[in-house]
């Protein structure tokens, strides 16, 4: 039922300050979470949906509470549908975050070795050099922390191999079955493959296909490296944080897997000076 906000606002207490201040909660944190998702408009609909029953219902209320009843059920239900559309858009955001707060998520050990990682990086850019080569389209998603949520992995199939140049090429070839989804390495192994991803909500370059869109997506969500290989042009992009670089070279490939399987020579330097500095200190103490 539509509100009584000239009643409310006529009988403001003490209790009005927090109402107040869990409005604003709420409008802070419905900010962070869409500008953290690049989408401010769904956030301006929302206000705009919410704002427009406000004044309706005093409106009504001002000119005797008995007028504007079907602008006020009308405004009221587009509240509810805004709210409601939302969740649909945002369903996989809301189940991470749910899966966070309540410890779901399954705690990923990742036990490669340098020299393991070094194989696999070797391994993932002559896949992504021949695909490219024969316009073959891939998405690959390096997930060096184990950030990618369990509802994602279920969506492909499970399957906790070795990974290697002629596994990728085979998952990623236009008649096997799972090409058209992502596959999911951990360290030197592929966890799963042909998984679907989120698409982003962002504006893109048209030249950029679903990949591309998926690729972005999961990177806005969690902490890993997409490697995608277009089928139309043959052209290997990388994304991180939502951030897309594309035109890479095998070089800057390289450069770019080492990074996010932290092997490259400036992590290492830094790894090494920590470690130390920390058995200098122990050492003094």
């Known amino acids: 039922m539509p509100y009584n906000f000239v009643e409310y606002f006529r009988h403001l207490s003490v209790y009005a300050l927090i109402d107040a201040v869990i409005l604003l909660a709420v409008l ?65 955001d809301l ?33 992504c050099q021949d695909m490219a080569k024969k316009d073959v389209g891939a998405i690959i998603i390096l997930d060096s922390v184990g950030d990618i949520n369990e509802s994602i992995l279920d969506t492909g199939t499970r399957l906790d191999a070795v990974l290697s140049a002629q596994l990728l090429e085979s998952i990623f070839n236009t008649k096997g079955p799972l090409h058209d989804g992502a596959v999911v390495v951990r360290g030197n192994r592929i966890v799963a493959a042909g998984c679907f991803l989120t698409l982003t909500q962002r504006n893109v370059n048209k030249e950029m296909g679903t990949r591309h869109r998926a690729a972005i997506g999961v990177t806005e969500e969690t902490d890993v490296l997409s490697i995608v290989v277009s089928e139309e042009t043959g052209i290997i992009s990388v994304v991180k944080h939502g951030e897309i670089k594309r035109y890479m070279t095998m070089d800057k490939l390289n450069d770019e897997i080492e990074i996010a399987y932290g092997i490259s020579p400036s992590v290492i330097a830094s790894r090494e000076g920590k470690a130390k500095r920390k058995l200098k200190n122990h050492r003094f103490l």
């Open 28 to 92: 802070a944190v419905l900010a962070v979470f869409f500008i953290y998702k690049r989408n401010v408009k769904m956030l301006f609909v929302l206000l705009i949906g919410a704002v427009l029953e406000v004044c309706v219902n005093v409106l009504s209320d001002i000119l005797g509470g008995n007028v504007l009843e079907v602008a006020r059920y009308i405004t009221h239900y587009i509240v509810i549908f805004d709210i409601v559309v939302g969740c649909v858009v945002y369903q996989n």
């Open 95 to 127: 189940k991470n975050i749910f899966q966070k707060a309540s410890g779901a998520r399954k705690n990923v050990e990742l036990r490669s070795t340098d020299d393991e990682l070094r194989a696999a990086t070797m391994e993932i850019l002559t896949a």
